[in-house]
């Protein structure tokens, strides 16, 4: 290969950039410009393209455009080899008409189900493939330790062991065992690494993250899913201790390479490289920055909207700033996955696959199960909910009657803005209800919208005539830094709004479909009822329906703490100096809702805790068994939690973390016994070398109100 066709694999653009219209504004229906085109394919000879011309394209326009790219890259270079084209679908292929959107990824983690979950990105797998994309931009295993960061709910939460389970989880669906297969397609872990903690809580703005934190926090997911061998990377956008994650050769080479083995492709984000001369400040111009981020290891720039990356890495080339070898190695990788892929001999679709079940019945029965599990009951004050279905109710609330809400971000567009456009064949909650109970029953009014008061007189007359509120709360949908927020309370206006209703005297459900865990302290004890929804996708508005009124029994926990404070943001496995007050003064943890909490129409019983000994040697495995009892009257489904805490340490431990969970369904009455096995790395930290290590002690073992210790003893 020349160096010119090297350069060309390490470059992605975005689709934009081959279409007739201007960048970021494509004339509409999309068409390829064939100048752009010939220039960036048979010219620069780009191996990767990402991306949607703004709108989501019908299956069969996704054929014929990724088709007609790969005729050029083709027919019309010496090599032949096609382009790789990648995609968000990181909640299903959102950008495809009709696509099966599921539930948020905050959701899934607070599902508990790692069954569905795996499920869901096995479908996601399917219909990306069925749209001719073999790359796929997801999952999200940045731990989110900050809850103003407008990505947490990309994430799988605040904790490392929740967000290692479930990535794990999507990870084997989106790839399985082979990802040549016709139904599976290359993940791509993001966003490597220490994205989850801005400092300020705003996207892509500096984390100060010491290593041994790093380590403890950060890493954990990523490290598994390489050794479950995951075919690539994305860089965090952001800077770590001063350093931007994509000029930071320890993280992308020393850590990535070097000591988790990771042989997979690593591609920049979006314009990363040049906003480390722009954005960032540590290189004088865009050829030094290019520079800079080759020499700290990625193999793929998304430059994304022009082709001045190949430029300047050609003069690098040329100049021998940068050898020839080290574009070998990102080549190599490149190519690698592109054959793994299968899309060398079929760079479309493979020939004889049916993809008849896209956007079938049976993909969105998943999603429907996903959101069922996937929405968290918080209050139920005197056994309230659910409602009877002969109840008279007013839905009201900006969020009760759009797709939008529902679906958040990455949804048919890049903010999920226009989703009520697009989606047109799925039911709002108060279509849901309205299904459910008859549309006699139930009025909408709105009432009020994100941060302003609509109809609130009309909103009043129909709270007068009905049996019960439910107020629609929480987020404009966003996306990325468009999500950047001064203040977690909710907008005045929804405050103002629920006031209102609740002055009705009538009892009033609180409904949160949201990103992030948005204040609502002052309203929290006035009403009736609090589901947090977060982003149940296309099916939430029928899995709240079916909690409300007790078709479905709800089962899923909070995988972040919920604050009470605008600046009480303290995490569930904060250490004892943040909790016991010191001469009086208030503990920094007081939280509205705990990490892990979520309630059941049902209620369950733990019993007998029994440990396989009360003292283990540092190689033994202790076996932890809990008896799981249903004494209540209807079928539920629940999360076992196992929190551990290291009694004293070297370094200062943890009031509690999560080290292991599973999900049970029992019948009224029904018990079960479950057994977890705690091993050395559960009872091990980061010590003061930043290495892994194990401390003899006391160990305590909490599981519901169960409690148990065991000594781990010195070798001898
Ligand atoms: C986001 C990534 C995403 C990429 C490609 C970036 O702005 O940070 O998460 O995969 O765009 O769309």
């Known amino acids: 290969?020349?160096?010119?066709?090297?350069?060309?694999?390490?470059?992605?653009?975005?689709?934009?950039?081959?279409?007739?219209?201007?960048?970021?504004?494509?004339?509409?229906?999309?068409?390829?410009?064939?100048?752009?085109?010939?220039?960036?394919i048979q010219e620069y000879r780009i191996g990767s393209i990402l991306n949607t011309p703004g709108i989501p394209l019908s299956l069969k326009e996704w054929?014929?455009?990724?088709?007609?790219?790969?005729?050029?890259?083709?027919?019309?270079?010496?090599?032949?080899?096609?382009?790789?084209?990648?995609?968000?679908?990181?909640?299903?292929?959102?950008?495809?008409?009709?696509?099966?959107l599921f539930p948020q990824q905050i959701n899934m983690a607070a599902s508990g189900n790692l069954d569905?979950?795996?499920?869901?990105?096995?479908?996601?797998?399917?219909?990306?493939?069925?749209?001719?994309?073999?790359?796929?931009?997801?999952?999200?295993?940045?731990?989110?330790?900050?809850?103003?960061?407008?990505?947490l709910w990309e994430t799988f939460g605040e904790d490392t062991h929740l967000a290692t389970k479930m990535g794990l989880a999507m990870l084997e669906g989106y790839q399985g065992q082979q990802i040549d297969h016709p139904y599976k397609v290359a993940a791509c872990l993001k966003h490597f690494l220490g994205y989850g903690m801005p400092l300020s809580g705003k996207d892509r703005t500096p984390a100060w993250i010491p290593e041994r934190y790093m380590r403890a926090y950060f890493l954990p997911p990523f490290e598994a899913a390489v050794k479950a061998g995951a075919a690539s990377i994305m860089v965090n956008s952001g800077e770590m201790n001063g350093i931007p994650v994509h000029a930071n050769k320890k993280i992308l080479t020393d850590l990535l390479r070097d000591e988790l083995g990771f042989d997979g492709l690593l591609v920049t984000d979006w314009e990363d490289i040049k906003y480390l001369h722009s954005r960032h400040r540590v290189a004088s111009s865009h050829k030094e920055a290019v520079k800079i981020a080759i020499e700290a290891g990625i193999d793929m720039s998304m430059v994304p909207d022009d082709l001045s990356f190949a430029d300047h890495l050609i003069e690098l080339v040329e100049e021998g700033a940068i050898s020839e070898q080290r574009l070998d190695q990102s080549v190599e990788r490149i190519l690698n996955l592109k054959q793994r892929l299968g899309i060398l001999e079929h760079p479309v679709v493979k020939a004889q696959t049916d993809y008849q079940l896209f956007a079938s019945e049976q993909h969105s029965q998943f999603s429907l199960d996903l959101a069922r599990e996937s929405i968290v009951l918080l209050?139920?004050?005197?056994?309230?909910?659910?409602?009877?279905?002969?109840?008279?109710?007013?839905?009201?609330?900006?969020?009760?009657?759009?797709?939008q809400y529902l679906n958040g971000g990455w949804t048919s567009t890049?903010?999920?803005?226009?989703?009520?456009?697009?989606?047109?064949?799925?039911?709002?909650?108060q279509a849901a209800i309205k299904d459910k109970i008859g549309a006699a029953q139930v009025q909408f009014v709105e009432g009020c919208?994100?941060?302003?008061?609509?109809?609130?007189?009309?909103?009043?007359?129909?709270?007068?005539?009905?049996?019960?509120?439910?107020l629609c709360l929480?987020?404009?949908?966003?996306?990325?830094?468009?999500?950047?927020i001064d203040d977690l309370n909710l907008p005045d206006a929804q405050l103002e709004f629920a006031e209102q209703m609740i002055a009705t005297g009538k009892p009033v459900h609180l409904v949160l479909l949201q990103g992030r865990p948005r204040l609502i302290s002052s309203i929290a004890e006035k009403v009736a009822s609090i589901i947090c929804a977060f982003l149940p996708g296309n099916e939430g508005g029928i899995a709240l329906a079916d909690i409300l009124f007790g078709d479905c029994n709800p089962s899923a926990k909070l995988p972040i703490t919920y604050p009470k404070h605008a600046h009480g943001l303290v995490a569930y496995d904060y250490k004892h100096s943040e909790a016991s007050s010191i001469q009086g003064s208030r503990s920094c943890y007081d939280p509205l809702f705990e990490f892990g909490e979520g309630l059941s129409y049902t209620t369950?019983?733990?019993?007998?805790?029994?440990?396989?000994?009360?003292?283990?040697?540092?190689?033994?495995?202790?076996?932890?068994?809990?008896?799981?009892?249903?004494?209540?009257?209807?079928?539920?489904?629940?999360?076992?939690?196992?929190?551990?805490?290291?009694?004293?340490?070297?370094?200062?431990?943890?009031?509690?973390?999560?080290?292991?969970?599973?999900?049970?369904?029992?019948?009224?009455?029904?018990?079960?016994?479950?057994?977890?096995?705690?091993?050395?790395?559960?009872?091990?930290?980061?010590g003061h070398n930043n290495e892994w290590v194990c401390e003899a002690g006391i160990f305590t073992v909490m599981l519901g109100d169960q409690k148990a210790i065991f000594e781990l003893k010195n070798p001898v």
């Open 1 to 40: 290969m020349t160096i010119r066709e090297k350069v060309g694999q390490m470059t992605q653009i975005t689709l934009d950039v081959i279409l007739e219209g201007e960048v970021y504004n494509a004339t509409l229906p999309h068409r390829l410009n064939q100048n752009y085109l010939k220039k960036a």
């Open 63 to 100: 054929l014929a455009l990724i088709s007609d790219i790969q005729t050029v890259a083709i027919k019309k270079t010496r090599l032949g080899i096609p382009v790789l084209y990648g995609i968000d679908a990181i909640h299903g292929v959102s950008y495809t008409v009709d696509a099966t």
């Open 116 to 151: 569905l979950v795996k499920a869901a990105a096995a479908i996601t797998a399917y219909e990306t493939r069925a749209s001719a994309i073999p790359w796929n931009f997801s999952p999200v295993l940045d731990v989110c330790r900050h809850p103003l960061w407008p990505r």
């Open 379 to 403: 209050k139920n004050e005197k056994g309230i909910l659910p409602l009877s279905k002969d109840s008279s109710v007013l839905v009201s609330g900006f969020s009760g009657n759009a797709m």
């Open 414 to 429: 890049w903010q999920g803005d226009q989703a009520d456009h697009f989606i047109k064949n799925k039911k709002t909650i």
């Open 449 to 470: 919208r994100f941060d302003q008061l609509t109809d609130l007189e009309r909103a009043l007359a129909a709270a007068a005539n009905c049996d019960h509120i439910i």
């Open 474 to 484: 929480g987020e404009k949908t966003y996306t990325e830094f468009h999500g950047n």
């Open 604 to 686: 369950f019983e733990y019993s007998d805790l029994v440990l396989s000994a009360n003292q283990i040697e540092m190689t033994d495995v202790l076996e932890v068994n809990i008896k799981i009892k249903n004494t209540g009257s209807r079928k539920g489904k629940e999360i076992v939690q196992l929190y551990l805490r290291d009694e004293y340490a070297s370094i200062t431990p943890s009031v509690r973390v999560l080290k292991a969970f599973k999900k049970v369904d029992l019948a009224p009455q029904e018990e079960c016994l479950l057994t977890f096995n705690l091993d050395q790395k559960d009872l091990s930290f980061v």
